[in-house]
């Protein structure tokens, strides 16, 4: 047993509060602690002389600058964090001797990094691409971390193929061209060479990979682990984490857009709710197979380019977790931060997963090289809040000083201390499993079936998805300059489904498949499909974010009402006007503008509102920034509200076949296909039906949209 520590949400705050800098500090110091006279001018030899070698002020101030960067992660290099904490729903004591999974009381204090995968650290965050969601847990028995991703499955099947899969994705060798990007040649060549990939391009290309928000996706463990018991009973796992605000997607137009309007998109929601408050939830699940029921599937539930459908393995929702802190200093903790999905405590193994295998090697060999040395883990946001004792020992920046004068085990001059502990100590033991078979280099039989779980995916999506991700194979493979590889693409892809591939071929400039192809498999997943996934949330409008629209002359009365609705179902509304400062309504009331055409777009909001005031909506008129955030946000699906004059802005946009409030039934609320208008603005049916649209998230039923420009 760990003796001696209080473990309580406070006490990672206390454990990085030895190190944390003081706000108040006064004076200018050097790293020796000397006070600094002077940090703008250097030492010299006379007033027109050389800088002097004995400036040490300058020369630490610099040495220390020129090794500012350290290396960054060969992936997931961009990435956010953010603290809070877990707690467990009811004891899982039946199925794990977890500690963290048994007293529903108990608050773990954990760490949360999402990320991009293949972006530099300085990339922008919309890119298309699989978001990692790494948890570390700060148990009672030790830091235990869950490395996973936003989508179920991965790439390829066996970790030794990782360095291929990775240098294949990343910018091409000769000129490192493009940043944060699938859509090249390197890439679709091993995809065409690998068909195991199937299943994961699909999800890639799906809108599963534009998450609106690091708060509206899910959350996967991937790999297949093991819960253990304290009888040592074992049972296949997988995990999952689900958010409240549900399963949320940007569009693709939008994601490109806001690369360049804002890159760091993803990053500043996070940290915003964070800040105001809207603290992130997750909840936590699991999907349990008994040992014994191993092979009663029709894929091996070993295989990560494979999910356990949820009809068949339904998930148990045993936790949650919120954020609830953001990080005093991104690179001490965000950057500095190392998971690992070997970080295990006792209730919880690995399963023979091969990617899981690899990867349980790959963490800390490379965090050895990015954090410099064996002694990471002594950085703050790394050490479990557990003592930790053992005879490693030096290494470069070694900070822990240990006593005494032995260093190995077992020993009679330290009194045989730190010695191991048994199980009934809390020694971690490895599950017995048995294991037996010749030395091979081969995968079994199920884990060549390809296609039947991609297959199951295209089945599982909606109408929209489906359009969706064929315009993802439209620009993606459109990209590929080596026509070989795209028609590469569209045979592998007949395999999964013939439709499929003769709607990519379209696309990109190739022949269709000779004959239609494609995998028996009919049966259909709906969780698989984020829209229709019952994991999915749409009654609420919690902190999505609106634009109003307003110029000189607003009606206050309507643009109020609604304001009020609005902040009353949790969303948050900005005011954007062609100059910042402040506008005056009809009535002489006045209002602060937050944000300019120029420092702002229409593909950063969820939603537009234009109230009525026939001096505003007249000036609006004539002002295309205007006319364009409506055109833009009607082209990508979201929500349109306008009242009283404000009516008359969208009819200026020509949004086609769009029924709009008329000016005889005053009282009329009129919503069609995601546009809410009304000649009588501002009142509660309005605001019920401008709110429900909102909450809808998009509404992809705008046949007409692609005749508007965006
Ligand atoms: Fe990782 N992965 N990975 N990965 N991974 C890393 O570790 C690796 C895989 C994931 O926010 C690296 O410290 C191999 C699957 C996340 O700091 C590296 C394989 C999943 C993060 C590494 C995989 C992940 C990483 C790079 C086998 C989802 C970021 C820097 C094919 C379950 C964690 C580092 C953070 C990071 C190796 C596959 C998730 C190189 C060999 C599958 C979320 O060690």
């Known amino acids: 047993m760990h003796k001696g520590k209080i473990i309580n949400e406070k006490s990672k705050d206390e454990q990085l509060e030895i190190v944390r800098e003081d706000p108040e500090r006064e004076f200018l110091t050097t790293n020796q602690g000397v006070r600094v006279s002077e940090t703008d001018i250097s030492l010299k030899a006379g007033e027109r002389g050389p800088t002097l070698l004995e400036d040490f002020h300058f020369r630490e101030k610099l040495t220390h600058f020129d090794h500012e960067r350290i290396p960054e992660r060969i992936v997931h290099a961009r990435g956010s964090g953010a603290y809070g904490f877990f707690q467990v729903y009811e004891p899982m004591t039946e199925y794990t001797s977890a500690k963290f999974l ?3 009381s108990k608050k773990t204090p954990v760490f949360v990094r999402f990320s991009t995968v293949v972006g530099f650290r300085g990339s922008a965050d919309t890119v298309r691409d699989v978001r990692g969601f790494a948890t570390k847990f700060y148990t009672e028995d030790g830091n235990y971390d869950l490395v996973g991703n936003n989508i179920p499955v991965f790439f390829i099947q066996d970790a030794i193929k990782f360095p291929d899969l990775v240098h294949s994705i990343k910018p091409e060798q000769d000129n490192q ?13 091993f995809v065409a060479c690998h068909p195991e990939n199937a299943h994961m391009i699909m999800w890639v290309l799906s809108d599963r990979a534009l998450p609106r928000s690091y708060r509206m996706m899910q959350g996967f463990g991937v790999n297949t682990f093991r819960f253990v018991n304290s009888r040592g009973k074992g049972r296949f796992v997988k995990f999952h984490w689900k958010s409240p605000l549900g399963i949320h997607s940007l569009v693709w137009d939008e994601t490109q857009k806001i690369a360049g ?38 894929f091996d ?29 991104f690179f001490a903790e965000t950057e500095q931060v190392a998971f690992c999905p070997a970080n295990v405590v006792p209730g919880i193994d690995f399963s023979n997963d091969p990617l899981l295998q690899g990867r349980l090697f790959s963490y800390l ?5 990015r954090l410099g040395g064996p002694n990471f883990q002594e950085i703050p946001i790394n050490r479990p809040l557990v003592p930790v004792a053992n005879n490693q020992r030096e290494g470069y920046h070694r900070i822990t000083i240990n006593k005494g004068k032995t260093s190995y085990f077992p020993n009679t001059v330290g009194n045989n201390k730190p010695r191991p502990a048994s199980a009934e100590e809390g020694g971690y033991a490895h599950y017995m499993e048995k294991v037996e078979g010749k030395k091979i280099r081969a995968r079994s039989e199920k884990f060549k079936d390809f296609y039947s779980q991609a297959k199951l995916f295209w089945n599982s999506m909606s109408k929209p998805e489906k359009e969706h991700i064929i315009e993802a194979f439209h620009f993606e ?22 439709d499929l591939a003769i ?10 498949p000779a004959q239609k192809g494609g995998s028996p498999v009919t049966k259909e997943s709906p969780n698989l499909s984020q829209e229709r996934s019952e994991h999915n949330v749409k009654n609420t409008i919690k902190t999505r974010k609106i634009a109003i629209i307003l110029a000189d002359g607003y009606n206050q009365k309507e643009l109020s009402q609604v304001m009020q609705a ?53 000036t609006l008129k004539t002002q295309g920034d205007a006319i364009h955030f409506i055109n833009e946000t009607f082209r990508h699906c979201k929500p349109l509200g306008a009242t009283g004059e404000g009516v008359e802005l969208l009819k200026a946009a020509n949004l086609p076949d769009i029924k709009l409030a008329g000016q005889k039934s005053a009282d009329k609320v009129v919503s069609d296909k995601g546009v809410v208008t009304a000649r009588n603005g501002g009142n509660s049916s309005f605001n019920e039906a401008f709110t429900s649209a909102i909450a809808q998230h998009r509404h992809w039923d705008r046949e007409k949209k692609e005749q508007v420009p965006a």
């Open 102 to 104: 048994q007293d529903p």
């Open 177 to 189: 061209i493009p940043q944060a990007s699938a859509a090249h040649d390197t890439f679709w060549d």
């Open 261 to 298: 309007k804002d890159p760091d998109f993803n990053r500043r929601d996070l940290w915003e709710a964070i800040e105001m408050g809207d603290y992130p939830e997750y909840e936590f699940g699991v999907q349990m197979i008994e040992e014994e029921d191993e092979f009663k599937f029709d």
């Open 301 to 329: 539930i070993l295989d990560p380019t494979k999910v356990w459908p949820e009809e068949d393995v339904p998930i148990k929702w045993i936790g949650k977790m919120t954020l609830n802190r953001n990080p005093d200093n």
């Open 365 to 369: 060999d490379t965090q050895m090289i």
């Open 477 to 498: 493979i459109g990209k590929v300059k080596d026509k070989n590889i795209r028609q590469a693409i569209v045979d592998m892809f007949n395999n999964v489904d013939g």
């Open 503 to 512: 709607e990519i071929a379209k696309g990109v400039g190739v022949s269709a």
């Open 566 to 618: 609005l902040g009353a179902g949790g969303a948050k509304a900005e005011i954007i006007s062609k100059f910042q400062g402040m506008l005056k309504s009809s009535d002489g009331g006045e209002i602060e503008v937050d944000k300019n055409y120029r420092t702002t777009a229409s593909v950063l909001y969820d939603a537009v509102y234009i109230p009525g005031g026939k001096e505003s909506v007249e």
